[in-house]
């Protein structure tokens, strides 16, 4: 069946409602980070107040390059802890951007906000959970959110901001503090910046260029928004990628590059799928360890040369296809680089929209 009439069949059973989420700051979803700090939740009976400030790129090199409406905010305690939980009794938290640049903020928090402190979007207590002395550790507060819109395209940073008032912990033993939090403090690697000080209603902080705590946002993606995601990552050396120009919009024509190709291959396979295997396979046993496949075989384009090959995927215009997902993936023959000869990339989960 051709491709076209098959985008026609999938779009009746397509579906946005991937479980979705991203890991602040880049890179250290599963990765430790390299300090630690008692701000918030390992305050204990200590009063608070912190934002965090995270840039954009944070969300941009995950591929979170549209529109999302942000409901929890997940934060992980530091590595190793085994400290006990318990809980806070009057937490106030609250998600807005930032007025400028994470490296360009003030010590003023209100100030710190594009047209100004948006209300409270949550107040109550909060459950901290006993660290599980892993490194990563565990996320050990979730944040439930009033559904927040945010687009990190448009250019400004994200802000969370925590604040409660003193002698309101109580320990789920007869500890005193919870687990600190896992922090990125790097200098000469800017992903966010804070705000903190050891008052509830205080107007202003120290502020604190280079220091974002770890953090995962869930999201959903509204309705009809165009998505481009990237699924696992590529074998070889260096790993064979594959990357998309731009969003899948209806109604235009996106370049799908494979990069890294071996100047030994013969040839190099792009392929398109409706179904996307999760989990996906590991192709190992076939001679390609580090390779795994992430879709079905529907469709495949033969392309020549590297070190980069290219194919255009020209997309319907009909509002029909709203929400269709189309998964892609490249492998490249190469003798010699591996048992089998051959190298997968990673995925791209499209998703078409209108916007």
């Known amino acids: 069946m051709a ?3 098959r985008l026609l069949a999938a779009s009746l059973l397509a579906s946005t409602a991937f479980a979705q989420s991203v890991d602040v700051p880049y890179g250290y979803g599963n990765v430790e980070c390299n300090n630690s700090s008692a701000y918030p939740f390992g305050s204990g009976n200590s009063a608070c107040r912190v934002q965090y400030i995270y840039d954009t790129s944070n969300f941009l090199m995950a591929g979170v390059d549209h529109p999302i409406l942000i409901h929890t905010v997940h934060l992980r305690c530091n590595g190793g802890a085994v ?4 809980t806070y009794g009057s937490v106030n938290y609250r998600l807005g951007t930032a007025v400028a640049d994470h490296q360009s903020l003030s010590s003023n928090f209100d100030g710190n906000y594009l047209g100004g402190p948006p209300p409270f979007v949550a107040s109550g207590p909060v459950v901290v959970a006993d660290a599980a002395g892993t490194t990563p550790n565990n996320h050990y507060v979730s944040l439930p959110i009033v559904p927040f819109a945010y687009d990190p395209s448009v250019g400004d940073d994200l ?15 007869t500890n005193t503090t919870a687990a600190s939090a896992d922090l ?4 000469t690697d800017s992903r966010g910046a804070r705000v903190f000080a050891s008052t509830a209603t205080a107007a202003t902080g120290t502020y604190q260029n280079s220091s974002a705590h770890a953090m995962r946002f869930d999201y959903i993606v509204p309705p009809g928004v165009a998505q481009k995601r990237s699924l696992g990552q590529g074998c070889g050396t260096p790993p064979l990628e594959l990357i998309g120009d731009s969003r899948p919009l209806l109604g235009t024509t996106i370049t799908l590059a494979t990069n890294n190709v071996p100047a ?3 040839l190099s396979v792009s392929v398109l799928s ?11 046993t076939l001679g390609m360890p580090g390779c795994w496949q992430h ?3 529907e469709s495949t384009s033969f392309l020549f040369g590297g070190p980069t090959v290219t194919m255009r995927l020209q997309l319907p215009t009909s509002s029909t296809y709203v929400g269709t997902q189309v998964i892609s993936q490249s492998v490249s023959l190469a003798p010699g680089v591996n048992a089998l000869g051959a190298l997968a990339s990673n995925a791209l989960r499209l998703v078409l929209g209108i916007q």
């Open 159 to 173: 802000v969370i901001e925590i604040a409660f008032p003193a002698g309101i912990f109580i320990g789920n033993g």
């Open 264 to 266: 030994s291959a013969l």
């Open 295 to 297: 879709l079905t075989l």
């Open 184 to 187: 990125h403090y790097i200098a």
């Open 3 to 5: 491709f076209s009439a």
């Open 83 to 86: 400290n006990l939980g318990g």
């Open 274 to 284: 409706f179904t996307e295997l999760s989990p996906p396979i590991d192709m190992r």
